[in-house]
């Protein structure tokens, strides 16, 4: 009788501690996946970035589309959005002018609404600056000196976009 006893203490231990380690270790868990979607979302625009910079080199003038940077054999593909698979990277001119100058590759990881989307947009701001890592709501200009990278809050089309500067 005692040996069944012992059984179920033993039983009702072991749930209870995987509940406590479920209960500690779930946001860890959860915080890894948004590190390494923003980890990838900050590579996928920066090597758009860099084929787009070696193409303005060579070219001597900036690519329209990112089509122009497969075409010409900067890109072997344009990379997928680890985030969501429906946006794809974008070439951006802020500062006008003719021809264009395309300054910013920018991507849409998702709507204002999601909170893990936040979550990524944070993180990626952390990865980008070492810093706080609150997403602006401004968007990047040309002027902007607040680094080469990173992920900000575009309320007039409730979207989070993550960016690179090329």
Request: aromatic share 6%.
């Amino acid at each position: 009788m005692s040996q069944v006893l012992i059984g179920i203490i033993g039983v009702i231990l072991f749930i209870g501690l995987a509940l406590a380690g479920a209960m500690f270790l779930g946001p860890r868990f959860q915080e890894s996946a948004n590190n390494s979607r923003a980890s990838a979302s900050l590579q996928a625009v920066a090597q758009i970035s860099q084929a787009a910079n070696m193409y303005q080199l060579q070219e001597g003038f900036a690519a329209a589309n990112t089509g122009a940077l497969t075409s010409g054999g900067y890109l072997k593909a344009v990379p997928v959005n680890p985030v969501s698979n429906a946006n794809e990277p974008i070439l951006v001119n802020y500062l006008g002018g003719t021809p264009a100058v395309m300054d910013h590759v920018e991507m849409v990881i998702g709507g204002n609404g999601d909170a893990g989307t936040g979550q990524i947009c944070t993180a990626i701001n952390k990865q980008a600056t070492g810093g706080a890592g609150t997403p602006p709501t401004a968007q990047p200009t040309g002027a902007t000196t607040d680094g080469v990278s990173g992920c900000y809050n575009d309320t007039t089309n409730n979207q989070y976009k993550v960016w690179a500067r090329i």
